[in-house]
């Protein structure tokens, strides 16, 4: 018997353990639609390469993924534009919370990478050259739904309206952008935009299948060229985890993307896509079980890229 082969039992195990154990973390009270979630769920799906999709916990429960969807948006915009928005942002961890501005100033308005909001909201600014807010959006839907093979994934208005009231930060960091010239739309449009993608909802299932692309897998639509899904994945190892990402590196040895909704997505190249969801967050705004959960599969399978 396969290590695989014992998979299910280890992830009913796993999600067993993180429920008995009740400790949480906090979940992001800074967008009010996420204050109310509460933060004693807990789920994991994992997609195979040889096309299993083994899950346990509220796997088919939706939640908010957030800075998830910064993957999907850089995806499109590399699909769309090539290598070109590499002169808007740059490549590099920043070492600073997800929304900090302190760089930004010292750097001319040139985002460290697209995975810090100040960077995510230049990609969104790429990504609606020529087209209307709605486009865009629809553009890393599909995307999505293509990577799921699932249309049934869907933009929650109430998230997205709530942000909104209460985005001050990411409104100042588009303001500060536009004033280095660094964002082509006006302010306004770009954080519409952003606020939306990031109000996308999945449960752990669909994260899982739409990473397939990301990882390579034999069954995954061919959405990214390789050498694109290499770059991605390089990103997500480096800048995933925002002032977190060398922990996360050192606990799983694998590519991840958290969102402040309590979801990672996981990719283990060629081998394959993992969705967790448990929306209490650690203290650098990841998820905490979360992040639990991806070191012990990456243990248990002995998936981490070093070896
Ligand atoms: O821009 C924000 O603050 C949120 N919409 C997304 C932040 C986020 O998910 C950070 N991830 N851990």
């Known amino acids: 018997m396969t290590r695989l082969d014992d998979l299910p039992d280890f992830l009913n195990a796993l999600a067993a353990d993180v429920m008995s154990r009740g400790e949480w973390g906090k979940v992001a009270d800074y967008i009010p639609e996420l204050a109310r979630v509460d933060p004693a769920q807990f789920a994991i799906s994992v997609a195979l390469a040889d096309g299993r999709l083994i899950s346990a916990g509220q796997s088919r429960t939706r939640f908010s993924i957030q800075s998830i969807s910064k993957v999907y948006a850089l995806a499109c915009v590399l699909s769309r534009f090539g290598d070109s928005l590499w002169n808007r942002v740059g490549r590099e961890p920043s070492g600073d919370r997800f ?72 409104v100042a960091l588009a303001n500060y952008l536009r004033s280095f010239d660094n964002l082509r739309e006006t302010p306004d449009r770009v954080l519409g935009t952003y606020f939306h993608q990031c109000a996308i909802e999945m449960t752990t299932e669909q994260l899982a299948l739409s990473g397939r692309c990301l990882a390579g897998l034999p069954d995954a639509p061919m959405l990214l060229s390789e050498v694109r899904r290499r770059r991605i994945a390089a990103l997500m190892m480096t800048c995933g985890h925002y002032d977190g990402s060398g922990d996360f590196a050192f606990r799983t040895g694998l590519p991840g993307k958290s969102g402040v909704g309590g979801g990672i997505l996981l990719v283990v190249p060629g081998r394959a896509s993992v969705g967790i969801w448990s929306p209490g967050l650690n203290a650098w705004g990841n998820s905490m079980v979360g992040t639990e959960a991806a070191e012990r599969l990456a243990r248990f399978t002995g998936w981490s890229v070093f070896g």
């Open 99 to 170: 929304d900090s501005i302190l760089l930004l100033e010292q750097e001319h308005g040139r985002p460290r990478n697209p995975f810090i909001n100040a960077g995510a909201l230049v990609t969104t600014d790429v990504l609606l050259a020529g087209r209307a807010p709605k486009e865009a959006l629809s553009e890393i839907l599909q995307f999505i739904r293509d990577g799921a093979g699932d249309d049934d994934i869907h933009i929650d208005a109430s998230v997205a309206a709530s942000e909104k009231a209460t985005g001050f930060r990411n």
